[in-house]
């Protein structure tokens, strides 16, 4: 099973809007609302920023938004701020009790 | 305190096993399930296995099929992973993580180093 399409690299400007993607199949994002998206920081255990497609966890900012249509889910971060500056990993479950993850993307703030 | 705890980091030679553990604390352990997740340097998350924390049950990735085992203690709210013939590129930070809105609670990581 090959790891979910994403851009390996983002960049925009503090107070810009970026968007990653997340391009799966008919077997993953595009058949159940389990996708998530996890923020990692160098030497940081990785955090969720959004599951269930769309849900924020309390205390992650509201400038982290989610998406999918079809077999492709996003992650929008607005107002980019320079603490954004990380690597992102999509992630979505595939049924029976497993998981497939997306290659991440380095997000940078200029 | 609601966390994961891992076990400490390891050395091993190629060919050799490693066990690792995961201690939950603060919660029912049996609410959530735990899976693992390895993280090479340089390199992607990769989902390892699934552990169901009420039944025991475990389901692994087609990747390591047949060289990871995940066992649950509930005596003391563990979970093991044991991944056997160790090879260089095995070289790892591996993570257990709660299943519960996403993948909501994390252990600190493990080195493994092969």
């Known amino acids: 099973q090959s790891a979910l399409t994403q851009p390996r690299s983002v960049s925009g400007s503090p107070g810009q809007s970026v968007t990653i993607s997340c391009i799966g199949t008919s077997s993953d994002v595009g058949a159940y609302n389990f996708v998530s998206w996890y923020q990692i920081h160098p030497g940081k255990a990785p955090k969720v920023m959004i599951y269930d497609v769309t849900q924020r966890p309390s205390g992650v900012s509201d400038r982290f938004s989610g998406s999918k249509s079809g077999n492709t889910a996003s992650l929008t971060v607005s107002g980019l701020q320079a603490e954004d500056e990380a690597d992102y990993y999509c992630c979505s479950y595939a049924g029976g009790h497993t998981l497939i993850f997306g290659g991440g993307t380095q997000l940078t703030v200029l | 305190q609601v966390q994961l705890v891992q076990s400490g980091a390891e050395v091993k030679k190629p060919g050799a096993s490693v066990k690792v553990s995961c201690k939950a604390s603060?919660?029912?352990?049996?609410?959530?399930?735990i899976v693992w997740v390895r993280q090479a340097t340089g390199q992607g998350l990769e989902w390892m296995g699934w552990m169901q924390t009420d039944s025991g049950n475990a389901v692994y990735a087609q990747k390591f099929q047949g060289r990871v085992t995940l066992t649950r203690d509930t005596s003391i709210n563990a979970v093991h992973m044991e991944l056997s013939s160790l090879r260089p590129d095995d070289t790892a930070l591996y993570f257990c993580?709660?299943?519960?809105?996403?993948?909501?609670?994390w252990g600190q990581g493990t080195l493994v180093t092969v």
């Open positions: 993580a709660r299943n519960g809105g996403g993948l909501g609670l």
């Open positions: 603060g919660y029912t352990f049996t609410t959530f399930d």
